[in-house]
């Protein structure tokens, strides 16, 4: 099946720690993008990234950090800086010259 | 100017009805606006999208109505199902390399049985 996977479905962690929230897709796209999902706002984009081993911030990228090592996998670690760290989180692909971005079924993550 | 405006908040429609979710914006650079359809839990899934020059789309019984000059773009769901009900997303985006999706703030939608 193609598609977008993000693991875990749920994810649960004690202030001070650091996490990192997996996304895989195998649609052969090139770009892949990180947004934040809080009750009652839209989506914010955290990190964008169009090729491997290139990725811009976006709108609120404090207190987050990715990675693009491999087209097919985009981490995102939520670091301890991030003051208010629970929410929704989703990943999102593209293939170039098209404009049409794809999600993966999301992590939601708590600080306990 | 980067903001789309997305109303109402929520909505109830009985079953057959027409579901109506509007949006705005400024910024004219803007040149793709999908819609995204959201259940509980669930990542957002393309439902639609439309491009400046066109003034309606019409995918099923999901209708995008455009209107450039007033800058307003709305979602239409004719013969609306209990099984719409979701959150629908409008967003927009330049044209620029990366794509950025900008958001509005989301319509829940219930259709009554």
């Known amino acids: 099946d193609g598609g977008i996977t993000q693991s875990p479905k749920y994810l649960f962690r004690k202030e001070g720690q650091n996490v990192t929230l997996s996304c895989e897709q195998n649609?052969?796209?090139?770009?892949m993008y990180w947004y934040r999902q809080d009750p009652g706002q839209g989506l914010r984009l955290i990190y964008y990234?169009?090729?491997?081993?290139?990725?811009q911030k976006g709108d609120i990228a404090e207190g987050y950090s990715v990675s693009r090592e491999k087209k097919e996998s985009f981490p995102l670690t939520v670091t301890s800086a991030q003051k208010n760290p629970t929410a929704f989180y989703l990943c999102?692909?593209?293939?170039?010259?098209?404009?049409?971005?794809?999600f993966g079924p999301g992590t939601r993550l708590t600080v306990l | 100017q980067q903001q789309v405006k997305q109303s109402p908040q929520s909505l109830i429609v009985q079953k057959g009805g027409i579901s109506i979710i509007n949006c705005a914006y400024e910024?004219?650079?803007?040149?793709?606006f999908p819609w995204y359809q959201q259940f509980p839990g669930k990542g957002p899934a393309l439902l639609i999208a439309?491009?400046?020059?066109?003034s309606e789309k019409k995918e099923g019984r999901f209708t995008i109505s455009f209107n450039k000059s007033a800058k307003q773009f709305s979602l239409h769901i004719m013969d609306s199902q209990p099984g719409d009900s979701a959150t629908y997303f409008c967003?927009?985006?330049?044209?620029?390399?990366?794509?950025?999706?900008?958001f509005g703030t989301g319509t829940r939608l219930l259709v009554s049985p």
């Open positions: 999102a692909s593209r293939t170039s010259g098209r404009n049409e971005q794809f």
């Open positions: 910024n004219t650079a803007f040149d793709y």
């Open positions: 439309i491009r400046p020059d066109v």
């Open positions: 649609l052969n796209h090139d770009a």
């Open positions: 967003a927009a985006s330049l044209p620029e390399g990366f794509q950025k999706l900008v």
């Open positions: 990234s169009q090729i491997v081993n290139d990725f």
